[in-house]
């Protein structure tokens, strides 16, 4: 018998689950693309994203993934035979440096494990001994390992060792569920793409750039014109936002989405996503109280908000995902990068996605659910998972004047 007929749920790290609301705004005819309202949400846009990274300078939107935002942010700012010096926190920011490579940078890499955030002293180190660099390359949130590094830091320990080079960030996984700061942090580049903690189906990304990474663009001999920022963000004619026809429908999804941001409140956004999670990781604790289940990331420090990279050992990981995908219509991520995909260890990890348009019942299903899937499996694991994420939402929202919140217990 299966019990998964019903609303499935994705809960993968992107694409993210869609408000209906947003799905409800691209449902309509084919508007014009020369004149009317398309063209004032287009500019609307552009302070609303700006917003969502804390920034207040520029923002290039491509049709395009996530890939697509890597390659403008190099095309934009490196040469063939600059130097980068990527810091590798899991399989993402090794992506984005073979691209690098492919497009004739030469990378240096400081390697963090699959475990560990970027730590400041070893980027110190490497900046020690070289610092002739155009860019360091990091990861705000590498979605394989689910590690959260301190961007404003890498500036830091940049600013220390005098190095100019441009701090490029991948917000990808985290715009819009952690908390990021493109002027405080002193970012000169940021891309990230619409269908991650952006709730917009896949197909839009934006390279967020600063005056330096401008004037290294203007500095290149040439740049290749489908991803020149330039006009995309200073356009004489409507079609230049884009280089070409604008993609209509995923703009309405994107003005709702952000309107629904903007709602909310940026704040809470990203104190909704921490407690969403902390509920998710007081559940794993549980689990792993009497059994293999262990989070990747053991600081909750340096968790991301919006993935988790969970640990279960071979085959149990692959098990459980398949249950819960069959049994139940709720769909795990997979491990990445964790294990070679032809090694049997390969098995042995899954990751819960809980970025963007996620509230309170759907991860206490999410936890419910895994919970249950354990059980059929055999998978041996602790007690009281439920009713530690179920602590954790209510210690967060109780009515303060009545004190609620202190008398929970379990
Ligand atoms: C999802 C993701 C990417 C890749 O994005 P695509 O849209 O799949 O090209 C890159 N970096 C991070 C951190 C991501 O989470």
Redesign the pocket.
């Known amino acids: 018998m299966s019990l998964n007929q019903g609303r499935s749920y994705l809960a993968i ?2 694409p993210s689950v869609m408000p209906d609301a947003v799905l409800q705004a691209m449902h309509r005819p084919s508007p014009n693309i020369y004149a009317g309202d398309l063209i004032d949400l287009t500019h609307s846009l552009i302070p609303d994203l700006l917003h969502v990274a804390r920034s207040t300078q520029n923002v290039a939107i491509y049709i395009a ?3 697509g935002a890597w390659e403008a942010a190099l095309a934009n700012t490196v040469a063939p035979g600059e130097r980068i010096l990527l810091l590798a926190t899991g399989n ?1 920011g090794h992506g984005w440096a073979d691209m690098a490579e492919r497009l004739g940078a030469v990378v240096d890499r400081v390697e963090f494990g699959k475990r560990s955030p970027i730590e400041m002293q070893a980027v110190a180190d490497a900046l020690a001994k070289r610092k002739d660099y155009k860019a360091v390359m990091a ?1 705000h ?3 394989a390992t689910s590690a959260k590094s301190d961007i404003a830091a890498v500036r830091k320990v940049m600013d220390d060792a005098g190095c100019d080079a441009l701090l490029y960030a ?1 917000c ?2 985290s715009l819009g569920c952690d908390d990021f700061r493109f002027d405080d942090w002193g970012v000169d580049v940021m891309v990230t ?1 619409c ?2 903690g952006l709730m917009t189906p ?1 197909g839009m990304a934006f390279v967020y750039f600063g005056d330096r990474a401008a004037a290294a663009r203007q500095a290149l001999p040439q740049v290749s014109p489908y991803w020149d920022w330039a006009p995309r963000v200073d356009p004489d004619m409507y079609f230049q936002y884009f280089c070409g026809t604008a993609p209509t429908h995923h703009l309405y999804g994107l003005r709702v989405a952000l309107d629904m941001i903007k709602a909310e409140g940026l704040d809470q956004v990203f104190a909704r996503h921490e407690t969403l999670a902390r509920a998710i990781w007081a559940a794993s604790d549980a689990w792993g109280q009497g059994g293999p289940l262990e989070l990747n990331i053991a600081d909750p420090a340096h968790r991301s908000h919006a993935v988790t990279g969970v640990r279960i050992g071979a085959p149990l990981g692959t098990q459980l995902r398949d249950w819960c995908e069959h049994q139940a219509g709720l769909t795990l991520g997979i491990g990445l990068g964790m294990a070679p995909p032809d090694d049997p260890a390969w098995h042995g990890f899954f990751r819960f996605g809980h970025m963007g348009h996620v509230n309170a019942q759907m991860i206490m299903g999410l936890v419910g659910t895994v919970d249950a899937g354990l059980k059929a499996c055999g998978i041996p694991h602790g007690p009281g998972a439920a009713e530690a994420a179920a602590g954790i939402i209510a210690n967060a929202t109780a009515p303060q004047t009545t004190g609620a919140g202190t008398q929970i217990t379990g």
């Open positions: 790290p992107g993934n996530g890939h993402f990861v949130v590498d979605t991948d990808i996984a793409a269908q991650k896949p």
